[in-house]
């Protein structure tokens, strides 16, 4: 299974993004919980949003509202709109597939300006 991250970029503060993320190799994306994490520089890296196998979704405080995730099972994809960008959203944008194992994707970089 690989995972390839897109989406990502420059971007100023109240602008929007969209990422995707898809996986090759796959069996079973329709039973996969999937997540999107994101890293600052000098921070650890941290759930942004998650989307169950059963649709059940959930956002940390700081995107609510924001930012939605979705999932496509016609092409294994995963998604994350990203509205009204602001600063603090300056990240190194991973997603993870969480089947048996957890597998990564290789990260996009997503840079607001002020």
């Known amino acids: 299974v690989q995972l390839q991250a897109s989406g990502g970029g420059l971007v100023q503060a109240g602008g929007s993004l969209r990422l995707s993320c898809t996986g090759s190799?796959?069996?079973?994306?329709?039973?996969?919980?999937m997540g999107w994490y994101r890293q600052a520089p000098g921070k650890q890296r941290e759930l942004v949003a998650f989307i169950s196998s059963g649709g059940s979704i959930d956002y940390i405080n700081s995107v609510k509202g924001r930012f939605t995730i979705s999932r496509d099972s016609a092409d294994n994809t995963l998604y994350l709109q990203m509205n009204n960008l602001k600063s603090e959203d300056t990240a190194v944008y991973y997603c993870?597939?969480?089947?048996?194992?957890?597998?990564w994707g290789q990260g996009t970089q997503v840079t607001v300006s002020s």
């Open positions: 993870k597939f969480i089947q048996r194992r957890d597998y």
């Open positions: 190799g796959m069996v079973d994306f329709a039973f996969t919980n």
